[in-house]
C-alpha cells in the first residue's frame, strides 16, 4: 500500500453565502496520477488552492506532505510543485533566466541552480534556445519547460490546474508522457482538467459538479457505473444538473 500524501476530511471554502468547494474528501496515494475534473465553476481550482497552500480553507481538515493546509501553508508550497494555464512563466525573461529565477524561488542554492538548469536544458533540447525570450518560443515547448521549471526541486507532488489548456491534442499527447514519466519517478500527479479524454490516462478520477464531489473511481469503474462508453458521456451523466457555469 503507498504512502497517503494528500489528504482532505470534509473541506469546504465559502466567499460570503458562497459555497465554492462543499466538504469534499478524498485519499490520493504516492505515485497516483489523481485527475481532478469538472466543468468550469465547478471548484476544481479553489480546492487545487487551498491543497497547495495558496488560499485557507473555511472548514474541513486536509494534508498534503504530511502538513497540515490551516497551520503549515509555506512548508506545503515548499514542498509541492505547481503549474498553471494562467500564468507559469515569465514571458520576457530567457529561458536560462526562467529557470535560475524559479530554482531560486523554490529555495535551491546557486550551485543547484546551475547543475539543475544545464540538465534541464539538455534533456529538453533547449541548448539552442536558452537566451531566447520565453514568449517567442512554441507553446509545446513552454509547456514543457514549464512543466519541468515545477519539477526543478524534485518535490514529490505535483499540482498542474488546467495545463493542457488551449492547446492542440498532439502537444497535448506529449504533455502527458511527461506527466507518465514523472508518476514512473513515483511523483505524485494532482491535474485538473475539463478535457474529458483526458480523465481516461489518469490512474483515478474525482468530478466535482457545483462545488462538491459526485463520483470518484477509476475511469475504467466509473464507465461500467453509469453505463457509459466514454468519461464524456460519465461526465454529461452527472453534470446535467449543475447549476454552476463560470469559476
Known sequence: M??????TQELSKHFGAFVAVDKISFDVPAGEIF?????NGAGKTTAMRMLSGLSRPTSGA?????????????????TIGYMSQKFSLYEDLTVRENITFFGGIYGLSDSAIKEKSDLLIEQLGLQGEVKKLVGSLPLGWKQKLAFSVAMIHD???VFLDEPT??????TRRQFWELIYAAADRGVTIFVTTHYMDEAEYCHRVSIMVDGAIKALDTPRDLKQTYQAPTMDAVFYHLARGAQRSAD
Open 2 to 7: 503507498h504512502d497517503v500524501v494528500i489528504r
Open 35 to 39: 485527475g481532478f475534473l469538472g466543468a
Open 62 to 78: 486536509a494534508t498534503v506532505a504530511g502538513f497540515d493546509v490551516f497551520t503549515q501553508p509555506e512548508e506545503i508550497k515548499r
Open 155 to 157: 518535490p514529490k507532488i
Open 165 to 170: 489548456g488551449g492547446v492542440d491534442p498532439l
